[in-house]
């Protein structure tokens, strides 16, 4: 498939290490926001989400940190696996306006076995 | 989450001539969206698309370039018109309801020769 995010910052970690992918974003009005995981060919996929009245959210394997003073969001992944392997996307939606998604630049990260 | 179908899921296209993209969610839902990501970039929102009503065009977006459809609560249809080199991207949809969360469809990758 097509690749995606060529030119995009990469995080390359060993099999079974923990992974922290980093989002800062821009809107300080923005209440809701997701973690996306993008693989080669396909659409994003939906992985964790956050509300702004939270600072932590734990799924399976995965935790999201919202720091709102800094504006500042971070993913991390627990014991990572080559299935891991992809491009990572964080987005948000502000507070008022139309409720569609504004999309960082996203981060690829390469897990090595 | 919904199931989301995109058709076609790609295509190479001459420039000057017209693509419509058609996508199908297995139910209803509230909010349908739009958007492209070019090579190696991030997701850019082009509209959202309303039912029953104009879509909604976002900075850089307009009508006549991108016309939008909507007859129902579970399809929505892209056109991208006079196609040229530079609307080579995927074009992906998304659907979202009244959490705010979103699910992106597979994604039609377009290469405009």
Known sequence: GESVGLHLPTLSVQEGDNSIINCAYSNSASDYFIWYKQESGKGPQFIIDIRSNMDKRQGQRVTVLLNKTVKHLSLQIAATQPGDSAVYFCAEIPLTGRRALTFGSGTRLQVQP | ?113
Not at chain 2, 13 to 21: A, E, F, K, M, V
């Open chain 2, 1 to 113: 989450s919904a199931v989301i179908s995109q058709k076609p899921s790609r295509d190479i296209c001459q420039r000057g001539t017209s693509l419509t993209i058609q996508c199908q969610v297995d139910s209803q839902v509230t909010m349908m969206f739009w958007y492209r990501q070019q090579p190696g970039q991030s997701l850019t929102l082009i509209a959202t698309a309303n039912q029953g009503s104009e879509a909604t065009y976002e900075s850089g977006f307009v009508i006549d370039k991108f016309p939008i459809s909507r007859p129902n609560l579970t399809f929505s249809t892209l056109t991208v018109s006079n196609m040229s080199p530079e609307d080579s991207s995927i074009y992906l949809c998304s659907v979202g309801g009244f959490t705010d969360t979103q699910y992106f469809g597979p994604g039609t990758r377009l290469t405009v020769l």
